[in-house]
Every structure is written in C-alpha cells, then in structure tokens.
C-alpha cells in the first residue's frame, strides 16, 4: 500500500491553481480527494468566473515542497471535467515588484510645504548640521536608520549565489526591522568580493546610518570585515549571522539548562560548525560562564595539534582554552549539550546516546537539521531547531530588531560582548519561569514583549559601559 504522504505544516511551498471545473456535483470534491492524497493542505478557494457549464476557481494549497506541488498539479489535470489553466508559486506572486518601498514621512501638498522640506529652509537644517554633526542624529534619518549589507557569498543554505541572489533576503529582513521595531532598514546588496573593497564601501556610506548589520558574508572573510570595520567606523557593526544567532542561542540554552536543572557553569556544550554562526556562539557561550565548549567542523575538534586552522579557528583554541583533538564522537561522548549549526543528517542517534544526562540537542541546520527532532526527542530532554514545525524555533529575528532598537534608542558607537550577553538575558526572561518547560525555552518572535525587552537591556547595557554618544 503506498505510503501517505507527511501533512504539510508550512506556508513555505504555497501554490496557487487556477482550475476550470465543469459545473457537475461533486467535481470539487475529486480535487480536495486528490490535494489530500498528495499531502497538500487545501487553503482559500476563490471563484474568479461563473457561467452554466464551467466554474472557475483559484485554489490555494500548500505543499510539502516543489516537486510534490508539480505531481499534484499533473495529477489533478488528469481528473474528469477539471482543467488546470495555470500553476503561480505564491512566494513568486508576492515579490513581485520587491517587498519594500521608501515612502516619506511627511507630504508635500503645497508650495509652502515644498520651501520647507526642499529649498530654501532646508539649507538651515543642513548647516546646523554641518556646524554641529551630532544634530544629524535628531534633524535627519540617521538615527532610525540600518543599512542590511550583504555581498550575497554565504545566503542561507543556498550559499555562494551573488548580490541579486541575496536582495530578497534583505528585502526581507528590512520588512521585520520595520513591522517589529519600527526601524527603518535598508538592503545594501555590494558587487564586492575582498574584505578590502568590502570595508571601503561600507565605511563610505556609513555618515548615512545609525547603524550596520553584515548578512550572509562568507567566512572567514566576515570576521575580518567585522574588525575592521568596527575600528573604522563611530557607530554599532554587527555581523548577525555571528551575534544574532550567539545571542538566541545562549537565551535557549539559559532557559534549557534551567528546565532540566544544569548550571551552565557545569554544562559541556560541543558545536558542530565552525563557520561565522559557530565561533560567534562558542564565543558568547565561553563569556557567559559554560564551563566548556567545543567545535567541531567536517574534520573534527577544532583543537591545538590541527596544522589545517584558518587564523580565525586558531584564535578561537585559544580564546576557549581548547586542549582536545579528536572526531565530533569522542566530543559528544559525555558532553550535556550539542549545538548543530551545520548540514543535514550529520548527528547520528548513536552519538547522542554517549552524552551525559540531561541531554540538549539543538538541531538548528535549516531546512533540514543535523537530525530528525522527532527521531532524537526520546533520547533527549530538550530539544530544538531552526524550523517553525518545532515547539522550540531558534531565529535570529528574536535579537536582531531589539538589539539595533536598543543600540539607536543609545546612539550607541559600537557593540560589545557585554551587550550581547544583556539582549541574552533579556531573550531568556521573556520566558517566565512559572511557564518555562521542555517545549517553551523561546518566546514567539512576535510577542510582543521581546522588543522591547531586549532594546531596554541593549540601552542600559551601552550607556553603563561607555558606548553613547
């Protein structure tokens, strides 16, 4: 008997089909049968046009993945008195034209209106400027305003596939710094390929924001570009594939560790992946007290007897003090947490077993995590991944926009170690205890409470260490 298909629990693969459906009993009924033994989930249905022998309709259905929308749609063109007139993929639909647009905050009606915005009484505010540079900070944009650079080289888990390839993501990203934080954000999508061309371009159009946050930047070409950067420029550089993901990865394991009653001064955390989301959360993990962290890449340990290290995984043996070699096998065996921030499958369940009680397994590779969360739920007392199907979803959306609302809200200079360990513990106790458990260690990214949350603790925490204008 064949096997049915898994029901689908994501609007990621939406499609819409646009059917010619002759106007007899019971022919719809055909089509929900067939959308269900596809493994679609049938959505809206729209009646588009109606005459006595033909209906048409668009009906919504969202699917497993491409190819399984691509069977049902030749599957149901093969139904009795059902015509398939056309097949829209509706993430396609919905960029079409881009996501965002730049509109202005005020409007220009009238000639008065004009002399005020424009010539002549702009060239007051733009003197006072001139006489007194931390005016622009109130008088202009600067102060809401993020640019979302990416040269598009490490895009998801599509990777190298250039700067247009990447503007959706951005386009995307600008979309939640303004629906979550009320920021004004905007995607910088850079021909640039050298940390040197990297770093000129983006010192160069930095008077422009408040602050910069890199995206999807290759390693090891992002942690220099970061540095850099940071010495060069007077306001906040955060890499957010390192920092974002460091700081939702600590609020999880804080809230993880308490569920299962493990202080994290006693906890053995091994990292699979050894790329930007990697060294940036071992660095976050050893700064906020675990009391050892390993990292692991495709050949193992990142340990000291490696002569194979980029400079960046050397610096990192010793900032962590590593003094292990060996497989990510003889890592796990005996270590209380695993942090997957790498490909699919590459956890087995065996490994899993060699780990001491409690056991947390963030699976957090996306789409497909370094093991099935339904297959290691059993053997383990917390789990979570990177996907929106699981109780526990780590996304950097639950840090980035309240830690560049906070750094604004500070006119902050730069970021630190210190900030991220605030906007953490800020992440963490959104979760109150009372309500904390094995399937809730992270807020929704909207409640409403984490902004705001985190912004505060971000303010507090650059203003107490000296980074506010």
Not at 160 to 175: F, N, Q, R, T
Not at 296 to 324: A, H, N, W, Y
Request: net charge negative.
């Amino acid at each position: 008997m064949a096997t049915r298909p898994a029901p689908v629990l994501t609007s990621a693969h939406r499609i819409v089909l646009r059917l010619g459906v002759d106007n007899r009993p019971g022919r719809f009924a055909e089509v929900a049968r067939v959308i269900g033994e596809q493994g679609g989930s049938l959505g809206v249905i729209d009646l588009v046009e109606a005459t006595p022998t033909v209906h048409v309709r668009d009906v919504t259905v969202d699917m497993p993945d491409e190819q399984s929308a691509a069977r049902l749609a030749s599957a149901i063109h093969g139904l009795d008195g059902i015509e398939v007139l056309s097949v829209s993929d509706a993430a396609f639909r919905l960029h079409e034209g881009g996501k965002i647009e730049v509109r202005g905050r005020i409007s220009v009606r009238n000639k008065d209106d004009l002399s005020l915005v424009y010539t002549p009484a702009v060239a007051r505010v733009s003197s006072a400027i001139a006489q007194d540079p931390a005016k622009a900070w109130t008088l202009t944009m600067r102060g809401n305003a993020v640019a979302i650079v990416s040269n598009g080289s490490a895009v998801l888990g599509l990777g190298d596939i250039g700067p247009l390839g990447a503007l959706p993501v951005m386009e995307g990203k600008s979309l939640l710094f303004r629906d979550l934080a009320g920021i004004s954000a905007f995607p910088l999508v850079i021909d640039a390929r050298t940390v040197e061309e990297i770093v000129g371009t983006v010192a160069h159009l930095a008077p422009t924001f408040g602050g910069i946050n890199l995206e999807d930047i290759a390693a090891p070409a992002c942690f220099e570009v970061e540095r850099q950067l940071r010495a060069r420029v007077d306001i906040p550089v955060f890499h957010d594939d390192q920092h974002g993901t460091a700081i939702v990865v600590l609020a999880a394991l804080r809230n993880a560790a308490a569920v299962v009653g493990l202080p994290l001064s006693e906890t053995t955390v091994v990292i699979l992946g050894a790329g930007a989301a990697g060294i940036g959360t071992a660095r976050l993990l050893h700064r906020a007290g675990v009391a050892s962290v390993l990292v692991c890449d495709r050949r193992g340990i990142v340990g000291p007897e490696r002569t194979d290290l980029t400079q960046e995984k050397r610096m990192l043996v010793s900032e962590l003090g590593t003094t292990r070699d060996g497989s990510l096998a003889d890592a796990l065996a005996g270590a209380h947490a695993f942090i997957g921030v790498s490909g699919p499958g590459l956890l087995s369940l065996e490994a899993v077993r060699t780990m001491a009680r409690p056991r947390i397994v963030f699976a957090l590779a996306n789409p497909v995590p370094e093991i099935d969360p339904f297959l290691v739920e059993p053997e383990a007392d917390v789990v979570a991944t990177g996907r929106s199907d699981h109780p526990n979803q780590v996304n950097n959306v639950l840090a980035f926009p309240g830690v560049f609302r906070g750094l604004l809200d500070a006119h902050a200079i730069g970021v630190t170690d210190d900030v991220e360990l605030a906007a953490a513990d800020a992440l963490a106790a959104v979760v109150s205890p009372g309500l904390r458990s094995a399937e809730y260690i992270l807020p929704s990214p909207f409640d409403p409470q984490v902004v705001p949350a985190v912004a505060a603790a971000v303010t507090e925490k650059a203003r107490a260490s000296g980074l506010t204008r």
